[in-house]
């Protein structure tokens, strides 16, 4: 069963950084556009980043642009946030997925069900 498992989240200080992976248990990982997404105790699941799959494009949610960093690594099927300047709102269940369509940001379907996610938690 195609799988994508999230981890690297914690509890941080406010102004602190994080680094956030998502491995994929895929070999057809780099066909595909992929993004992270947040859900926040109370709030509905939310976009925060993409990285297409060609390796060119990027795209950030406003609330997130200038602190985080959105990167991945075909050969190891693996993608990665790396978080900066990180603020309390920014506090959440963090998962990653695939895109229904650049430009789109909207979560796919092509692993099934999500993941467990990581939690990231940030101390003001």
């Known amino acids: 069963q195609v799988q994508l498992v999230e981890f690297g989240g914690g509890l941080v200080q406010a102004g602190g950084s994080l680094r956030l992976s998502c491995a994929a248990s895929?070999?057809?990982?780099?066909?595909?556009?992929m993004g992270w997404f947040r859900q926040a105790p109370g709030k509905e699941r939310e976009f925060v980043a993409a990285?297409?799959?060609?390796?060119?494009?990027?795209y950030y949610a406003d609330s997130v642009k200038g602190r985080f960093t959105i990167s991945r690594d075909n050969a190891k099927n693996t993608m990665y946030l790396q978080m900066n300047s990180l603020k309390s709102l920014d506090t959440a269940v963090y998962y990653c997925?695939?895109?229904?369509?650049?430009?789109?940001?909207?979560?796919?379907?092509?692993?099934?069900?999500w993941g467990q996610g990581t939690q990231v938690t940030v101390s003001s």
């Open positions: 997925r695939d895109l229904q369509g650049w430009g789109t940001w909207r979560p796919g379907a092509r692993f099934g069900s």
């Open positions: 895929i070999r057809t990982f780099s066909t595909y556009h």
């Open positions: 990285f297409s799959y060609s390796g060119t494009s990027t």
